[in-house]
């Protein structure tokens, strides 16, 4: 196992391709670019995974039940909060 980092992107939706039963550990922003830390067992064949990001009293369609939060973050001073969730599917 080994802890490696992805990059987010800058949308409200997005997916990752991660090895099967990766565990995400947080949220960070690292030389001012979002970043979310992954447990990972590289050897694990890969799966797609999706994930939201939602700012600060922005709606969210999924139910609470749909989500799984792993952190927030604020990018700059000044600019909105915004909180990553993974979108688990039932």
């Not at 970043?35 to 797609?48: A, G, M, Q, T």
């Amino acid at each position: 196992m080994i802890v490696t980092k992805y990059a987010v992107p800058d949308k409200s939706h997005f997916k990752l391709c991660l090895p099967a039963g990766a565990k995400i550990l947080t949220v960070q922003v690292l030389n001012e670019l979002l970043r979310v830390f992954i447990l990972v067992n590289p050897d694990n064949l890969p799966e797609k995974r999706s994930f939201r990001n939602a700012e600060t009293g922005e709606e969210i369609s999924e139910s609470e039940n749909e989500l799984a939060y792993i952190g927030s973050f604020q990018a700059k001073t000044g600019r909105p909060f915004h909180h990553i969730f993974e979108i688990i599917k039932s």
